[in-house]
Structure formats: C-alpha cells, structure tokens
T-cell receptor
C-alpha cells in the first residue's frame, strides 16, 4: 500500500529556534497533504491543508506565520515551526491523499522544545 | 467540530468479535464514513470506509444503517494487537475532504 514518511521522527530543540519537519509520499503523488498536531491523551487536531503549488489553508486558530507550510512538489510537504516554545511541544502528523479515497498517515514527529 | 459520537472506551476478549459503534446523525448524502485506528505513539492507520452499503476487507467489516445515521465497525476476531484508539469520521471524498477527528473509542483487547 501507499506509504507516507516523516523526518525526523523525534527532535529536541531550544526555545526560540525553528524546526522543519518533512512529509513525503513514497510511491504516489499527492496534490494535497494535511498536517495535524496531537497533544498527550488528546485526539488529532487538523492544523492546515497543504496544496502543491499554492498557499496552504489553515484551520481557525492556527497561526500561519508560526507554522510555515511549503508543498513544493507532488511528493514533499514541509512544516516549519518558527521560534518554537515549550507549548509547541507535541506530536506532529501528516497525511497524504492517494487520489480519491483513503488518506495515508505518516508515522509522526515528536517535537520537544526545551 | 467532529460530526461523530463514539463511546470513550470498550473492552473485548481476545478471539471474540469487537463491535465498535458510531453515531453520525447529521451526515449528509455525499459524505462517506471512514474508520481509522491509532496505536500508541504512531500515525493513524486506515481501516475501511463506506457510503451506503456494508463493506468488508481483510481487516474489518463496516455496517452502515439504512438511514446512515450510525455505523458499526466489526473486528471479527480481535487480537491483542488490535488494542488502539478507533476513530469514526465522516468526510467528503473525491474533493480533498478534510478529516476532522473526534475523541474516538479506546479499545482494549484482553487475554
């Protein structure tokens, strides 16, 4: 089946630095990718929809200048957490569509901001 | 907000069928019912989806009521590895539909 990868799987950074997370569709082209955030013992929260070649669409309450999304190719979307703070520590998960039908999720990236 | 309601937790004996209910009384005619599961600290895994008819694949069966206001995911022979949080989601497909996750059902399969 289709596979979505994320890199890195875990990252620790200092407060104030920026962190980039990559999401790749490995064996299919994804015109649309989605970014989610999940805090401990909570459900996934959709942050934004990433569209290849155009600007991302952010969900209400998500700061677009804080969470920069770039979807420069049909197999890669990146999420950059700018000026990260401890409250940004979370599990970040991406998903990608394989045409119409089900969406495939990446394994997630655990971010810890000290 | 999520458009589905699920019990927060369920237990199931290993080897028995696990029946996970989901209410989606406000579902619209062109929305599909999707089921995913998430094992601790992993990304969600697609299980099955359907529109009107019952569906079956190698993982599970999906039973959708005739009025489409509720559905049941059936794991026919639950194993310990099926312990996970199961999410029922309604979404538009073929249109880049977003998946809005609710709280899901935490299924514990016990020996």
């Amino acid at each position: 089946g289709a596979v979505v990868s994320q890199h890195p799987s875990r990252v620790i950074c200092k407060s104030g630095t920026s962190v980039k997370i990559e999401c790749r569709s490995l064996d299919f082209q994804a015109t649309t990718m989605f970014w989610y955030r999940q805090f401990p013992k909570q459900s996934l929260m959709l942050m934004a929809t990433s569209n290849e070649g155009s600007k991302a669409t952010y969900e209400q309450g998500v700061e677009k200048d804080k969470f920069l999304i770039n979807h420069a190719s049909l197999t890669l979307s990146t999420l950059t957490v700018t000026s990260a703070h401890p409250e940004d520590s979370s599990f970040y998960i991406c998903s990608a569509r394989d045409g119409p039908g089900e969406k495939y999720f990446g394994p997630g990236t655990r971010l810890l901001v000290l | 907000d999520a458009k589905t309601t699920q019990p927060p937790s369920m237990d199931c004996a290993e080897g028995r069928a696990a029946n996970l209910p989901c209410n989606h009384s406000t579902i619209s005619g062109n929305e599909y019912v999707y089921w995913y599961r998430q094992i601790h600290s992993q990304g969600p895994q697609y299980i099955i989806h359907g529109l009107k008819n019952n569906e079956t694949n190698e993982m599970a069966s999906l039973i959708i009521t005739e009025d489409r206001k509720s559905s049941t995911l059936i794991l026919p022979h639950a194993t310990l590895r099926d312990t996970a949080v199961y999410y029922c989601i309604v979404s538009l497909t073929n249109q880049g539909g977003k998946l809005i996750f609710g709280q899901g059902t935490e299924l514990s399969v016990k020996p």
